[in-house]
């Protein structure tokens, strides 16, 4: 259910920031608001109180954000506070910021390696990368796993390339121990 309602209120947002031609500053806005709303439980428990009526926290919201994000983001607030969906903030706003990327062809990509990597070879990883995927940018995060021992694991969305030698290591390990001996 709480993916239906991401994806239905996120639509919309989205919609909406296409209709209006303000997809850039609505997405801005957005992953701006993800932290506040994280870091702020006690904002998120008062939206959340049955105890407060849907008006009360309208004005609340109106209070919190009136005059510091777009009008269609405001009214946008208005309607999830209205239709009772303000528990569903956070997954909301993720879903139009996947969706906008999508839109945008703006990939997010995972790269662990066994030690840090200069920056000549991350640029030319990403490179390598944009060539051979639809994306026009990507968003890149570089972990360093000692444990990998060499080699590298990538990840773009659902695809894992892995070429660490930990990996390969394992593999061998598992057709020596499938050898039968004589």
């Not at 049955?50 to 269609?72: L, N, Y």
């Amino acid at each position: 259910m709480a993916k239906l309602v991401s994806k239905v209120y996120g639509d919309a947002l989205f919609e909406t920031a296409m209709e209006k031609d303000r997809m850039d500053v609505i997405y801005e806005e957005v992953v701006s608001l993800v932290p506040i709303l994280e870091g702020n439980p006690e904002l998120m428990a008062l939206l959340n109180n049955p105890r407060i009526v849907k008006e009360e926290r309208a004005s609340i919201i109106h209070q919190v954000f009136d005059g510091r994000v777009e009008e269609e983001l405001m009214g946008f607030l208005a309607v999830v506070v209205e239709k009772d969906r303000q528990n569903d903030l956070l997954p909301i706003f993720a879903y139009f910021i996947q969706r906008v990327k999508e839109f945008k062809r703006i990939g997010t990509v995972s790269v662990s390696s066994a030690v840090e990597l200069s920056e000549d070879q991350k640029t030319r990883l990403q490179e390598k990368l944009l060539a051979i995927t639809d994306y026009v940018m990507l968003e890149t995060d570089y972990q360093v796993e000692p444990a990998l021992i060499g080699g590298m694991v990538i990840r773009i969305g659902d695809r894992v390339v892995d070429s660490s030698i930990r990996t390969r290591l394992y593999e061998m390990k598992k057709e020596l121990s499938q050898l039968q001996m004589a």
